[in-house]
């Protein structure tokens, strides 16, 4: 079993519609990351948090440390929101990333 | 535009050859990390520097090594190349040494044929 796992692994979705992307994991963790990488192979960081809930722009990521669980939520999609996001942890006071395997997400006009 | 900076963008080369990938890190930034990305694997961390020291290691095979250099940029060499060393290599930047925001460059291409 992955020790960071996602779902859905591919999700399709109409311009407008609001969309949650879920990350489960099963270690100990001092942040959780979520990470965009477009088609050309890009990564950017999205967020970065550790509790609660962080906000940019139509983008929200939240977490539930008790439940080792997290969402990021796109409202509003739109097409240029097509890429994969990708779930990843740092280990328990370690720089070091564990990353789930990705969802991808198309919206379509 | 992140601020960090790979090259080469492409690299093509045979088995058995020996690579080499450079990192330049965002200015500031302390600490450089590098990951693997193969279809078979996803992304994958290798290893981590922060000034200068090696900091964590993940699953970095021995022909692979890393070094950061005083100006900070650091260099991953690939050896004795294998088929399945055909990935995007992914290094990244962060200020701090603990856990924090990291910025990735664009990646390196190894093709190996």
């Known amino acids: 079993k992955n020790e960071v796992e996602q779902s859905p692994q591919n999700l399709t979705a109409q311009e407008g519609e609001f969309i949650t992307i879920n990350c489960s994991y099963s270690?100990?963790?001092?942040?959780l990351h979520w990470l965009q990488q477009h088609p050309g192979g890009g990564i950017v960081s999205l967020f970065m948090l550790s509790s609660g809930k962080k906000k940019h722009g139509r983008l929200i990521a939240t977490i539930n440390i008790q439940e080792k669980h997290s969402s990021l939520h796109i409202t509003a999609s739109h097409p240029r929101d097509s890429a994969v996001y990708i779930c990843a942890v740092s280990h328990h006071n370690t720089d070091k990333l564990i990353f789930g395997t990705g969802t991808r997400l198309q919206v379509f006009p | 535009d992140s601020g960090v900076t790979q090259t080469p963008k492409h690299l093509i080369t045979a088995t058995g050859q020996r690579v080499t990938l450079r990192c330049s890190p965002r200015s500031g930034d302390l600490s450089v990390y590098w990951y693997q990305q193969s279809l078979d694997q996803g992304l994958q961390f290798l290893i981590q520097?922060?000034?200068?020291?090696?900091?964590a290691k993940g699953n970095i095979l021995e022909r692979f090594s890393a070094q950061q250099f005083p100006d900070l940029h650091s260099e991953l060499n690939l050896s004795s190349l294998e088929l399945g060393d055909s990935a995007l290599y992914f290094c990244?930047?962060?200020?701090?040494?603990?856990?924090?925001?990291?910025?990735f460059g664009p990646g390196t291409r190894l093709t190996v044929t």
């Open positions: 520097y922060y000034n200068g020291e090696e900091r």
């Open positions: 270690v100990g963790i001092s942040a």
């Open positions: 990244a930047s962060s200020v701090v040494g603990g856990p924090g925001e990291q910025y």
